[in-house]
């Protein structure tokens, strides 16, 4: 099956600096990729629709500033958390439709960011 | 937008026994239906899917059920075992959209 990564795995950052997630598509181009972000115990909650090529969409309540999503090609996104605050501390998760016309989605391994 | 109800938000059980988890949609124009296997720190795995024209598949343990008429769909889990326990996510998406829209989840925990 599709395979999608994430780098890092996990990243410990202290409070205002910026921290860059890349998600990236392994075996076959994504034109589209998302981003969530999950807090403990929680459900993954869609932060943002990454378009190569184009801007990328936030869902609402989402900060396009402080999180910014650069997909630079048809196989890598990135996403970055600027000025990271403890309240950002987080698992964050891409995920990329495969190639094939099909509902599902591929998730990478995710990232585990702690903002001291 | 679409909502998804998920419960019981914990389900504690005896290996052996068996699992069910409900969930409910809003929209109408779902018709996927994935249920995801979250272990603690990993990633979400798709454990089965169903689509709207089928109204149960079943996958060795695992089932899943479909009722389009009263937007429900539930994971039925026979033969637990430790190894199941984890969190379990129910989804729903549209034709077209690769988008999910997640429950809450639900913590199995089987008791050896």
């Known amino acids: 099956g599709a395979v999608v990564s994430q780098h890092p795995s996990w990243v410990i950052c202290k409070s205002g600096t910026s921290v860059k997630i890349e998600c990236r598509s392994l075996?076959?181009?994504?034109?589209?990729m998302f981003w969530y972000r999950q807090f403990p115990k929680q459900s993954l909650m869609l932060m943002a629709t990454s378009n190569e090529g184009s801007k990328a969409t936030y869902e609402q309540g989402v900060e396009k500033d402080k999180f910014l999503i650069n997909h630079a090609s048809l196989t890598l996104s990135t996403l970055t958390v600027t000025s990271a605050h403890p309240e950002d501390s987080s698992f964050y998760i891409c995920?990329?439709?495969?190639?094939?016309?099909?509902?599902?989605?591929?998730f990478g391994p995710g990232t585990r960011l702690t903002v001291l | 937008g679409e909502n998804v109800e998920q419960h019981p938000s914990t389900l504690s059980v005896q290996e052996g026994d068996s699992a069910v988890i409900k969930c409910t949609y809003s929209d109408s124009a779902s018709n996927y239906f994935p249920w995801y296997k979250q272990e603690l720190g990993k990633r979400p795995q798709l454990i089965i899917d169903i689509r709207s024209n089928v109204g149960e598949k079943k996958d060795q343990r695992i089932a899943v059920t479909l009722n389009k008429t009263a937007k429900h769909f539930s994971l039925h889990i026979t033969e637990t075992q430790p190894e199941d326990s984890a969190v379990y996510f129910c989804a729903a998406s549209t034709g077209g959209s690769y988008i999910p829209t997640f429950g809450r989840g639900t913590s199995l925990i089987v008791h050896p």
């Open positions: 075996d076959f181009q994504a034109t589209t």
């Open positions: 995920s990329a439709p495969p190639p094939r016309q099909s509902n599902e989605q591929f």
